[in-house]
């Protein structure tokens, strides 16, 4: 891979990071502010079941979006210290080169298409036993 291509992918990863991070520190506000909100009515519970539960819901739906962020952040920092050691583009099971296209369609990919396709089927064949 050539600098160029490698300094491409290292801002498009910093950018998605400081995107990510805006994200998640949106989304922990929001989270407070359903917080705050119940807080506000009766000591944590509102006068309304209906409102409860839209909360509840709202909150978890949250969480999980946080959540699924924090994995998505991990990886970028992951792929971000792999171009500082020198290993960045190299599969992280059997060290082969990763496509250049892969890499700009997805820069924080960790394995080639063959390990992510074996280790995809064996959290299958797992999830399933």
């Known amino acids: 891979m050539n600098d160029r291509t490698l300094k491409n992918l290292?801002?498009?990863?910093?950018?998605?990071?400081?995107?990510?991070?805006?994200?998640?520190?949106?989304?922990?506000?929001?989270?407070?502010?359903?917080?705050?909100?119940?807080?506000?009515?009766?000591?944590?519970?509102?006068?309304?079941?209906?409102?409860?539960?839209?909360?509840?819901?709202?909150?978890?739906?949250?969480?999980?979006?946080?959540?699924?962020?924090?994995q998505i952040l991990k990886l970028v920092n992951n792929a971000l210290q792999r171009m500082d050691d020198g290993t960045y583009g190299l599969c992280e099971r059997c060290g082969k080169p990763i496509p250049v296209e892969r890499l700009e369609a997805v820069p924080y990919v960790e394995y080639d298409i063959g390990c992510q396709s074996h280790i995809e089927r064996e959290q299958a064949l797992y999830a399933g036993a």
């Open 10 to 70: 290292r801002q498009d990863l910093e950018h998605r990071k400081a995107e990510i991070e805006g994200d998640v520190s949106y989304m922990a506000g929001e989270f407070r502010a359903i917080g705050v909100d119940q807080d506000d009515e009766n000591g944590g519970l509102g006068n309304h079941m209906a409102d409860d539960g839209a909360n509840v819901a709202e909150a978890e739906r949250i969480e999980t979006v946080s959540e699924d962020l924090q």
